[in-house]
C-alpha cells in the first residue's frame, strides 16, 4: 500500500472565493450535517462520486479542519481520473489530500474485498459520504440477509456519517450548483452487486407499491431499531454470559445479545451459533462448536471458551457438570 499526500491550502487566493461560494450553497445543509465543531479537525473518505464530493464541500463550510482521503484499489485502467478530480476539488477548497493506494488481494466477493482493503487504509473514524437513500438500501440490504435489530439499525448517525440525514437529491444538486463533475463508477450500475440491484430496482418498485416515497419510512424504522438495540444492549450488559444458570433464565433476547458480545471475534456470531450455546447454558449439550476451531464447554455452573478439540477431549475424559445432569429429563423406559 502506497500513500501520496497532495493538495494544500497555499493558494488562498484562489481558494477564498471558491471557498465562499461552496459555504453560500452549503448553508442550507449544514444545519442537518451531524459536523463536529467548527475547527475540528476530520478526515473525509472521498472516492471522487458526488455524495462524497458534497461531503467534502459540506465539511469545509461546516468550519472543520479537513483532510480529504482518496483509496485507489486500482481496480479500474482510469482510477488515475478519480485522483485527478479529487485533487482538483479539494485545490478548490484549500484542503490536503491523502492518496491511498492499496492492492485488493484474490478471492471471491470483490464488493467485500475492496471494502476491507479500503477501510483498511483509511483512518479510523473517517467521515463517509452516505446519504439517507444508502441508509434506506442498507436496511434493505440487512434484511434480505436476515438480520436482527442491530443490522436493521443501519448505520448510526453521527461524525462517521456526517451527511446521513441528506437525500442523495441534494449531494448531485449541490455539486451541480458549484458546477463540479463527479466520478461516475461504471460499477454502480453493474447488477451483479446486490446494492445496485435493491437501488435501480427494488427501491422503485416498494415506492410504487406505497405509493409514496420510501426512503423516510426505511429511516425511520432504522431509527426505531437503533432505539431498541440500544436498549437491549444496556440491560444485557447487565447479564454474566459465563454464568450459564443466568443466561439460561434471562429473556432469551437478552440472552442472546450477551453471548453475541462475549462469542463475537472480529463478526458476531449467526444465530444458529448462539442457540446451539444457549443449548449448553440449558444443559441440554456439554460442549458446543462456535466456529473458528473454538466451542463452548459448561463446567461447575460456568460457560467457557476454549479450542475445539480441547474441549472434544474434556467429554471424553470428565463427567458431566452436575447441573447439567439436573436439567436433563428423564429418558422414558
Same mark, same amino acid.
Given at each position: 500500500m502506497g500513500?501520496?499526500?497532495?493538495?494544500?491550502?497555499a493558494?488562498?487566493?484562489?481558494t477564498?472565493?471558491?471557498r465562499?461560494?461552496?459555504?453560500e450553497?452549503?448553508?442550507r445543509?449544514t444545519g442537518?450535517?451531524?459536523?463536529?465543531d467548527?475547527?475540528?479537525?476530520?478526515?473525509?473518505?472521498v472516492?471522487?462520486?458526488a455524495?462524497?464530493?458534497a461531503l467534502?464541500v459540506?465539511a @469545509?463550510a461546516?468550519?472543520?479542519e479537513?483532510v480529504a482521503h482518496?483509496?485507489?484499489h486500482g481496480?479500474?485502467e482510469?482510477?488515475?481520473?478519480d @485522483?485527478? @478530480?479529487?485533487?482538483?476539488?479539494?485545490?478548490?477548497?484549500?484542503?490536503?489530500?491523502?492518496?491511498?493506494?492499496?492492492? @485488493?488481494?484474490a478471492g471471491?466477493n470483490?464488493e467485500?474485498r475492496?471494502?476491507a482493503a479500503?477501510?483498511?487504509a483509511l483512518p479510523?473514524?473517517a467521515?463517509?459520504g452516505?446519504?439517507?437513500?444508502?441508509?434506506a438500501?442498507?436496511?434493505l440490504?440487512?434484511?434480505?440477509?436476515?438480520a436482527?435489530?442491530?443490522?436493521?439499525?443501519?448505520?448510526r448517525?453521527?461524525?462517521?456519517?456526517?451527511?446521513l440525514a441528506?437525500?442523495?437529491?441534494?449531494?448531485?444538486?449541490?455539486?451541480?450548483?458549484?458546477?463540479?463533475?463527479?466520478?461516475e463508477d461504471p460499477t454502480?450500475?453493474?447488477?451483479?452487486?446486490?446494492?445496485n440491484?435493491?437501488?435501480h430496482?427494488l427501491?422503485?418498485v416498494?415506492c410504487?407499491?406505497?405509493?409514496?416515497?420510501?426512503?423516510p419510512?426505511?429511516?425511520r424504522?432504522?431509527r426505531?431499531?437503533?432505539?431498541d438495540?440500544?436498549l437491549l444492549g444496556?440491560l444485557?450488559?447487565?447479564?454474566d454470559?459465563t454464568?450459564a444458570k443466568?443466561?439460561a433464565?434471562?429473556p432469551?433476547?437478552?440472552?442472546?445479545?450477551?453471548?453475541?458480545?462475549?462469542?463475537?471475534?472480529?463478526h458476531?456470531?449467526d444465530?444458529?451459533?448462539?442457540?446451539r450455546?444457549?443449548?449448553?447454558?440449558?444443559?441440554?449439550?456439554?460442549?458446543a462448536?462456535?466456529?473458528?476451531?473454538?466451542?463452548?464447554?459448561?463446567?461447575?455452573g460456568r460457560?467457557?471458551?476454549?479450542?475445539?478439540l480441547e474441549?472434544?477431549?474434556r467429554?471424553?475424559?470428565?463427567p458431566?457438570?452436575p447441573?447439567?445432569?439436573s436439567?436433563v429429563p428423564a429418558v422414558p423406559?
Amino acid at each position: 500500500m502506497g500513500v501520496t499526500r497532495t493538495g494544500s491550502g497555499a493558494r488562498a487566493g484562489v481558494t477564498r472565493p471558491f471557498r465562499a461560494r461552496a459555504r453560500e450553497a452549503a448553508v442550507r445543509l449544514t444545519g442537518r450535517c451531524s459536523f463536529p465543531d467548527p475547527g475540528t479537525q476530520v478526515a473525509c473518505a472521498v472516492s471522487g462520486g458526488a455524495d462524497s464530493l458534497a461531503l467534502l464541500v459540506l465539511a @469545509v463550510a461546516a468550519g472543520c479542519e479537513v483532510v480529504a482521503h482518496h483509496v485507489d484499489h486500482g481496480l479500474r485502467e482510469d482510477s488515475g481520473e478519480d @485522483v485527478k @478530480v479529487v485533487n482538483e476539488v479539494a485545490e478548490a477548497l484549500g484542503v490536503e489530500v491523502m492518496v491511498h493506494r492499496v492492492n @485488493v488481494g484474490a478471492g471471491p466477493n470483490l464488493e467485500a474485498r475492496a471494502r476491507a482493503a479500503r477501510l483498511g487504509a483509511l483512518p479510523v473514524g473517517a467521515a463517509t459520504g452516505h446519504t439517507a437513500d444508502d441508509q434506506a438500501e442498507t436496511v434493505l440490504v440487512n434484511l434480505l440477509r436476515g438480520a436482527a435489530t442491530d443490522g436493521l439499525a443501519a448505520m448510526r448517525p453521527g461524525p462517521g456519517h456526517p451527511i446521513l440525514a441528506l437525500r442523495r437529491a441534494e449531494t448531485h444538486n449541490l455539486c451541480l450548483e458549484l458546477g463540479l463533475h463527479p466520478v461516475e463508477d461504471p460499477t454502480n450500475l453493474d447488477p451483479a452487486y446486490l446494492r445496485n440491484r435493491i437501488r435501480h430496482e427494488l427501491v422503485p418498485v416498494l415506492c410504487e407499491l406505497a405509493n409514496r416515497d420510501i426512503v423516510p419510512i426505511l429511516i425511520r424504522q432504522a431509527r426505531l431499531f437503533a432505539d431498541d438495540a440500544d436498549l437491549l444492549g444496556e440491560l444485557a450488559a447487565a447479564l454474566d454470559p459465563t454464568d450459564a444458570k443466568a443466561i439460561a433464565h434471562a429473556p432469551p433476547p437478552l440472552a442472546r445479545r450477551a453471548l453475541r458480545e462475549w462469542l463475537r471475534c472480529g463478526h458476531p456470531p449467526d444465530l444458529a451459533t448462539v442457540d446451539r450455546v444457549l443449548s449448553v447454558a440449558a444443559g441440554v449439550t456439554l460442549a458446543a462448536d462456535i466456529g473458528a476451531g473454538r466451542s463452548v464447554r459448561r463446567s461447575r455452573g460456568r460457560l467457557r471458551i476454549e479450542p475445539a478439540l480441547e474441549a472434544k477431549a474434556r467429554e471424553l475424559v470428565e463427567p458431566q457438570d452436575p447441573d447439567v445432569l439436573s436439567c436433563v429429563p428423564a429418558v422414558p423406559d
